[in-house]
């Protein structure tokens, strides 16, 4: 198991997955390596539910810190295809944080939440010894809505096509060239540039916008792992190949030069707001236009077939055993 990020599968298949507490009838999904949310039936409709841990990065403005982490953990429901509803926060800060910062990161939360739909419906907000930012609390995720839009990561169908919004690398192009400026070998403008993408991390209307507009058969975030293990795992999880092409996948300004400097491969990093589905092939260029009117790169990049793995351009890929960017990141911290 690594030292860094998510637990590994075997770990998982060997720990986690056989202790999921009760058996109950009405779970109708529950934990897997690599899904992005749990589902209860509650009778004539579906409950989709995520959790994760919340981290708010002060050097992206308090205010904005809160808006980028709310987004990021409703992006795990919004992928289901039932948008997400409610939900409930954990907001455990440094001792040294003010009251006025705790003021502004829980209107940050709140004015985000009021903006997307969704109710916070139970918190806890304290201060606490030892915490240190950015990892300050936890959330969990709640969507309410009929079976008939329920999304399966598991959906994937020979013949689909396969669209990507976004593109590689946007997370950590954002982050790391937020974050540590200073430590990046390059120009001013290039890393105003890749400043910009933090606010490409719009997973959650995005994911809407795309569920309305055709047969979206699966969805998912590539998050740790990047591209690679996202498209890994969609593709291992319905047991079918995926071929892609990787010219066309949109690229935004900024993210090849802050990962040159990294050292890091922007296919294989985390990729928080980077919406990976397969679609009817019939529906795949109204839901790559639905995702351009929202001012977000889409393309149709590849195919669903019989088979089994990932190829891209013809070579097989695997998802990475850690996420390279964890380490690069830390090393910037170090210094």
Known sequence: MSDLGKVDRSFFDDVIAPRLGVDRD????????????????VGDQLLVTATDPLSILPDLGLDRAARFALNVFLTDVAVSGIAPTHCSLTLTVPPSMTDDEIATIWRGLSDHASDLGVAIVANHVSRAAGVESSWVGGATAFGVGDRTDLVRPDGARPGDA???????????????STLYPDELPLPAETIATAQARVDDIEGVRDAA???????????????????????????????????????????????????????????????????????????????????????????????????????????????????????????????
Do not use: K
């Open 26 to 41: 009405d779970v109708a999904l529950g934990p897997r390596h690599g899904v992005d949310f749990g589902v209860l039936d």
């Open 162 to 176: 396969i669209v990507v919004s976004t593109g590689p690398g946007a997370e950590v192009a954002g982050l790391v």
């Open 209 to 335: 916008a795309a569920h309305d507009a055709g047969r979206v058969t699966a969805m998912h975030d590539a998050t740790e792992g990047g591209l690679h293990g996202g498209l890994v795992e969609m593709a291992s999880g319905a047991g079918v190949r995926f071929d892609v092409d990787s010219d066309a996948v949109p690229v935004r300004d900024g993210v090849r030069p802050v990962c040159d400097a990294l050292g890091v491969d922007p296919w294989r990093v985390t990729s928080c707001g980077t919406l990976l589905s397969t679609v009817d092939p019939a529906d795949a260029d109204a839901v790559v236009a639905a995702l351009e009117a929202r001012g977000t790169p889409a393309a149709v990049v590849g195919t669903v077939s019989e088979g089994r793995g990932v190829y891209v351009d013809g070579d097989e890929v695997t998802a990475p055993e850690t996420d390279p960017s964890w380490a690069a990141i830390q090393a910037l911290t170090d210094e």
